[in-house]
Nanobody, 124 residues
Framework: EVRLVESGGGLVQAGGSLRLSCTASGFIRDDYAVGWFRQAPGKEREGVACITTADYSTYYSDSAKGRFTISRDNRNTVYLQMNNLKPEDTAEYYC??????????????????WGQGTQVIVSS
């Protein structure tokens, strides 16, 4: 089983930046999808970004494109660089992983491992 631990959340003003980190324990092989979901109060969880370990392909939600960048190091850490943050980005952000070579951000059902979450608050 893969254990995921997020860090890097916090309070930031609109227009600012944050970088979230996700460190995976357990064995992430070259056939995993690792990404980020978020959940704002009163809303459903929504996929934000994902990266495949096989070829580093990246995928983004429409709201993340152009502002967020997902990346990984050569070990077991995945990052989400978030720039030009908006108040509507306020949410609990979860690192996710799935034993699959494909990223599916359409819903939380596509990922079987979840971190505990880290809170991001963007003030206006």
């Amino acid at each position: 089983e893969v254990r995921l631990v997020e860090s890097g959340g916090g309070l930031v003003q609109a227009g600012g930046s944050l970088r979230l980190s996700c460190t995976a324990s357990g064995f992430i092989r070259d056939d995993y999808a690792v990404g980020w979901f978020r959940q704002a109060p009163g809303k459903e969880r929504e996929g934000v970004a994902c990266i495949t370990t096989a070829d580093y392909s990246t995928y983004y939600s429409d709201s993340a494109k152009g502002r967020f960048t997902i990346s990984r190091d050569n070990r077991n850490t995945v990052y989400l660089q978030m720039n030009n943050l908006k108040p509507e980005d306020t949410a609990e952000y979860y690192c996710v992983a799935d034993h699959s070579p494909f990223c599916d951000l359409s819903g939380p059902h596509g990922f079987d491992s979840w971190g505990q979450g880290t809170q991001v608050i963007v003030s206006s």
